[in-house]
């Protein structure tokens, strides 16, 4: 079977977060407030057990002489999880709680998780994030039930 994932061209990009968005919408995820963090017009921040799709703005200041003035050029990101060949994440479940789907996907059973957070710790990307209110991990899914 092919191995999937997601690709994001982002010379085509233009930061709308209309991706994360439809991640939210889809598993049902809660708002975060989306607080402005006053050093950029990224407003989600990073991933976490609430946001598994994150749209970066990395901002640098334009080269001198350039034909733009404004003083920042904007490269947009998105940013996801990255289901790995060799998943941090998954070998350090101690419960089995975190396993590879028939697609490949790298899946958290919430139903098996008991929230010890060993992975968190072992995902070299910072993906993987236990949720406050219920002590699970949680991450993206790669829409595994669609």
């Keep these: 079977m092919p ?4 690709f994001t061209d ?3 990009c233009i930061g709308c977060k209309a991706c994360e968005v439809a991640c939210k919408q889809w598993n049902q995820l809660p708002d975060d407030g989306y607080h402005f963090t006053g050093m950029s017009y990224d407003n989600t ?3 976490g057990a609430t946001t598994w799709r994150h749209v970066s703005f990395i901002e640098r200041p334009m080269p001198i002489g350039s034909a733009d003035t404004s003083g920042l050029a904007w490269l947009m ?3 996801v999880c990255k289901h790995c060949a060799r998943a941090g994440c998954l070998e350090n ?3 089995g709680a975190i396993i590879r789907t028939e697609f490949g996907s790298v899946y958290v059973q919430p139903d098996v998780c008991n929230g010890c957070g060993y992975c968190v710790v072992g995902c070299p990307f910072g993906v993987i994030d236990r949720n ?3 002590g699970r991990a949680w991450k993206c899914t790669l829409c595994y039930d669609r």
């Design 10 to 12: 982002t010379t085509l």
């Design 3 to 6: 191995t999937t994932g997601f």
């Design 93 to 95: 479940c101690p419960t």
């Design 132 to 134: 406050p209110e219920d």
């Design 45 to 47: 921040v990073h991933l």
């Design 77 to 79: 990101a998105s940013d």
